[in-house]
């Protein structure tokens, strides 16, 4: 499986991002998909996670209400909305695949992503 993100940027705060991970490979509804984010001098966590069905999510607590995850399958896209955008959320953002043997799991756990895409740099900032 092959990854790619991209829709990076900067924004002022309260403005809104749409960051994109592309897919490819084989059986790609058996691969759980993740956001990730690396905030300089901190260490890699979990933002949001959706499963292969695209019918199960997770969010991070802090941007619940504020980012959306969704994926069409039909386009191999999975997409990251990010509204209310805060300072804090200022990372690099990644998007990892984890392989499932359900296409109705979704995974927040990092050590379980064994492909990444290149990641995409995000500023908040006025």
């Known amino acids: 499986v092959q990854l790619q993100a991209s829709g990076g940027g900067l924004v002022r705060p309260g403005g809104s991002l749409r960051l994109s991970c592309a897919l490819s490979?084989?059986?790609?509804?058996?691969?759980?998909v993740g956001w990730f984010r690396q905030a300089p001098g901190k260490d890699r966590e979990f933002v949001a996670a959706i499963s292969g069905s695209a019918d199960i999510t997770n969010l991070l607590d802090s941007v619940k209400g504020r980012f959306t995850i969704s994926r069409d399958n039909a386009k191999n896209m999975v997409y990251l909305q990010m509204d209310s955008m805060k300072p804090e959320d200022t990372a690099v953002y990644y998007c990892?695949?984890?392989?499932?043997?359900?296409?109705?799991?979704?995974?927040?756990?990092?050590?379980?992503?064994?492909?990444w895409g290149q990641g995409t740099l995000v500023t908040v900032s006025s």
């Open positions: 990892g695949a984890a392989w499932t043997s359900s296409t109705r799991t979704m995974i927040t756990t990092e050590s379980r992503y064994k492909y």
């Open positions: 490979g084989r059986s790609l509804s058996h691969y759980a």
